[in-house]
């Protein structure tokens, strides 16, 4: 059973920064696509950012010049920098990962990020 374990979420003051990881474990399949999706109260789940094994990376305009997407395929884990964090940030953060050979992905339990004003 595959299972991502996500990492670094907390409480920070606008303008600063925090570092999510997300490791993959349960199978020998390779990830072919990592991301770090987000929801906010009351709204809908949206992609942040995504990576590809091929290091292809894909942000949200929202996010572009302040996050930082990032893996390490030998430990299939995917790494999001986010700077310059702004209030709108605040969200509970969650990893993906999809593995084509089984046309199939899976989620992390989410990490919650909060940035202060």
């Known amino acids: 059973q595959v299972q991502l374990v996500e990492s670094g979420g907390g409480l920070v003051q606008a303008g600063g920064s925090l570092r999510l990881s997300c490791a993959a474990s349960g199978t020998i399949f390779s990830i072919n696509v990592m991301g770090w999706y987000r929801q906010a109260p009351g709204k809908q789940r949206e992609l942040v950012a995504a990576?590809?094994?091929?290091?292809?990376?894909n942000y949200a305009n929202s996010v572009k010049g302040r996050f930082t997407i990032s893996r390490d395929n030998a430990k299939n884990t995917v790494y999001l920098q986010m700077n310059s964090l702004k209030p709108e940030d605040t969200a509970v953060y969650y990893c993906?990962?999809?593995?084509?050979?089984?046309?199939?992905?899976?989620w992390g339990q989410g990490t919650q990020v909060t940035v202060s004003s």
């Open positions: 993906n990962a999809y593995y084509s050979v089984i046309d199939s992905d899976y």
């Open positions: 990576i590809t094994s091929g290091g292809g990376t």
